[in-house]
């Protein structure tokens, strides 16, 4: 099950995954790994919910168990 972590934390985890960034662009910071981009919420006040972050895992094509190892 996913759950809600800080931004700092989803940055990590992605990275471990060999994402690189954040990089600036638009209105959002991006992730990106080869042609895959992944836009992540701006800074802001408490974490990120577990329904996006479960978003975000699904557009990287992380499983679930894949993130939780991490």
Not at 9 to 17: A, G, S, V, Y
Request: net charge positive.
């Amino acid at each position: 099950m996913f759950k809600a972590i800080s931004r700092r934390e989803l940055i990590r985890k992605l990275r471990k995954f060999g994402f690189e960034g954040p990089i600036s662009g638009g209105k959002h910071q991006f992730m990106k790994k080869g042609e895959l981009k992944l836009h992540i919420p701006n800074p802001h006040k408490g974490d990120i919910t577990a329904g996006l972050v479960k978003r975000i895992a699904h557009q990287a094509g992380i499983h679930e168990e894949e993130w939780q190892r991490i």
